[in-house]
């Protein structure tokens, strides 16, 4: 069993699930366990359609079930809030997907306090996300800085303080799922936080459905209703003066381009075409959250 040192027992890890593959859920968060102080699991599965009593042999899980799908930045904001309640100065964000390596609580927070000494306002670390698949990065990756400052990062491995999330503020909600760790990010940095990333932790993710490169462009693959939630996300963060103008650019670029890359390349092409018009008509009428 691996000893946790005293930083790392300052870590909460706040984990969102969703019909998860209970097993593997529970294989690894007892992995965790051993690495910091507190595991808020909060479960997003319809009432009935998941069993996790598996996991209650381990000791500092706190499971949280929703009973519903309130979304991902719904159930990290309740995520934050228990573990806040319960003391705790540091967060760790966790989805279902990511496989942390052994040790990762102790190299990342050990990688913020080694930043904090060099920036004063960071407002979160994370590691080097990398396709499970492939082992291909996610990201453009500067191989000459360990530490590098980026717009955003995604939320599942990202290191927060308490300090910096309270003065940023809680998830935005009406996003529901996609683009909350980006909104988050972009809003950090109006408050004067960096957002910074550890390119030597390394950390495998899946992201969607994988992804198929066309024109020397990786292009991702979701399920239909995330293009709903991708398409109508997009579009109120394109009105917003703090989203970066780069991003905006090549969004709008992307948004063009989707529908044709539905129609030639992916299956269910009708179902994507019809959540397309639905997520133009939702964001004409202000409508949020969940569909």
């Known amino acids: ?40 699991l909060v479960d997003n599965t319809e009432r009935d359609k998941v069993n996790l ?17 309130l979304g991902i930045a719904k159930a990290q904001n309740i995520g934050y809030e228990y573990a806040i309640r319960q003391g705790y100065k540091f967060f760790v964000e966790l989805d279902q997907d990511t496989d942390l390596p052994d040790g990762y609580f102790d190299k990342i927070i050990n990688s913020y306090i ?72 972009w809003r950090a940095k109006t408050k004067g936080f960096g957002i910074y990333r550890d390119n030597t932790i390394v950390v495998k993710h899946k992201l969607g459905d994988g992804y198929f490169k066309y024109l020397g462009f990786r292009v991702g693959i979701a ?40 129609l030639i390349f992916l299956s269910q092409k009708l179902l994507r075409i019809k959540y397309t018009y639905m997520a133009l008509h939702d964001y004409f009428i202000g409508k949020v959250g969940k569909i």
């Open 223 to 262: 399920s239909p209703i995330r293009n709903y939630y991708q398409l109508r996300n997009a579009l109120y963060l394109l009105g917003r003066n703090y989203v970066p103008i780069k991003w905006k650019i090549k969004r709008i670029f992307i948004i063009l381009l989707k529908p044709i890359i539905y």
């Open 53 to 69: 009593d598996l996991l209650t042999e381990i000791n500092n899980l706190k499971v949280i079930y929703n009973n519903e799908n």
């Open 114 to 185: 080694s930043l904090k000494k060099i920036y004063q306002n960071v407002g979160a670390i994370s590691p080097l996300p990398i396709d499970k698949d492939t082992n291909e990065s996610y990201s453009n990756l500067n191989i000459f800085h360990s530490f590098e400052q980026v717009e955003a990062v995604q939320s599942s491995g990202m290191l927060v303080e308490k300090s910096v999330y309270v003065s940023v503020g809680p998830k935005e909600e009406d996003l529901f799922i996609d683009l909350v760790d980006w909104e988050w990010c």
């Open 1 to 40: 069993m691996q000893k946790r040192s005293n930083l790392s027992k300052e870590i909460a890890l706040i984990a969102v699930s969703y019909f998860p593959n209970v097993f593997m859920l529970g294989s690894n968060l007892k992995r965790y366990s051993d690495e910091v102080g507190l595991i808020v």
